[in-house]
């Protein structure tokens, strides 16, 4: 696979992680908040614990979030790198 191929892979797979309105109020709490843990996420979509976790992987496995075990808990945050990744792909649609 190419550099090319690999960021449209990035790219399609990080536009589907975000494309679901849980995820996204969780990327919003991760932005405002900078990190979260699970139960966190539980609290904030009323998502039974299983799922919230299926939406965390998803996020996860896009390379969006990151996370950190500290102890019994497992701490969530923005990769930023990789938002400016997908940010810097829109801006060519908006180029002239």
Known sequence: MNAKQAETGFIEKAMSAVAD???MSIL???LEK?????CDVV???GLSQPTCSHH???LADSNLIECRKEGRN???TLNRDNF???GNYFKQFASS
């Open 21 to 23: 309105p849980y995820r």
């Open 28 to 30: 919003q709490e991760l």
């Open 34 to 38: 900078g990190s979260i843990r699970c």
């Open 43 to 45: 609290s904030l979509t």
């Open 56 to 58: 965390i992987k998803l």
């Open 74 to 76: 497992n701490f969530f």
């Open 84 to 86: 400016k990744r997908l």
